[in-house]
């Protein structure tokens, strides 16, 4: 058997929505034990890694993910897409879906979601963990796999989870005047400033830079568009199927069906 061979479905740069985040919007979800919910897409972004996703002007791409009195944790942002199964294969996923149906969920910021594909995975600035996908091939579709890992492919796969036991995604910094409750774009500026080394002004001007000329940063102002649309729609109420974990779980209230586009 040869070394191992990912077919590019597209799943591990995609999750389920946060019951949590269902329910502030006013949708209701049911039997559900969040403490369980996976999401395949959480790219932990170590502190080079987030230095060089901000030099290239990709700070938009770059989510608050936890914060303490003495460190903050960051990763890839996941922006609400629909994922529509007339591009997608729907046996792929973990989820009830058939094909040319369009189910809500998130998606890396960076993955296409009319071809599955990340349109960073040839930069070298890519974030390490995108680079060794897949680690875990347990939560592949079986069909979609074959082969099997080389030594250096486990070899690097073992150096990122040392570098992940020992903490080095932890950003150390003091936490205790930020505000955390109304995260701006501001705020998220000043953070990364700090974090980098890297003015904020130059930070603002990296960025802008970034969205006139560069295809992947164009690609993100396009995702971030699309998702505000979405949002709107949800907020609404429009009829949509939301992928969401249901651990065996019969409670949940299924059914919302995608009627527009």
């Not at 479905?9 to 996976?38: M, N, Y």
């Not at 071809?115 to 979609?144: F, G, L, M, N, Q």
Request: glycine share 6%; charged share 30%; hydrophobic share 35%.
């Amino acid at each position: 058997m040869g070394a191992l061979n990912c077919a590019g479905c597209g799943v591990c740069c995609t999750s389920p929505i946060p019951p949590a985040f269902l329910r502030l919007i006013g949708i209701p979800v049911e039997g559900v034990d969040e403490t369980r919910v996976q999401y395949f897409n959480d790219v932990l972004l170590f502190p080079h890694e987030i230095k060089a996703l901000v030099e290239r002007g990709y700070s938009d791409a770059i989510q608050l993910y936890g914060i303490d009195e003495r460190f903050v944790i960051f990763r890839l942002f996941s922006p609400l897409t629909i994922l529509d199964f007339t591009n997608f294969d729907p046996k792929d996923f973990p989820i009830e879906a058939r094909k040319g149906d369009r189910w809500v969920g998130l998606s890396c910021i960076f993955q296409d979601v009319k071809t599955a594909k990340c349109v960073i995975h040839a930069d070298p600035d890519r974030p390490e963990y995108c680079d060794i996908y897949p680690v875990r091939i347990e939560s592949c579709p079986p069909h979609r796999i074959i082969g099997k890992y080389t030594p250096k492919k486990l070899n690097a796969i073992e150096n990122w989870k040392k570098e992940r036991d020992a903490g080095e995604y932890l950003v150390r910094m003091d936490t205790r005047n930020l505000d955390t409750s109304t995260l701006t774009t501001k705020t998220m500026v000043k953070l990364l400033s700090k974090i980098t080394g890297i003015n904020a002004n130059k930070i603002k001007r990296l960025r802008n830079r970034a969205y006139e000329k560069d295809p992947i940063a164009k690609h993100m102002r396009e995702r971030f568009r699309e998702e505000q649309k979405l949002m709107e729609l949800m907020k609404q109420r429009a009829k949509m199927n939301y992928w969401i974990e249901k651990y065996e779980c019969d409670g949940i209230k299924r059914g919302w069906k995608w009627s527009g586009r």
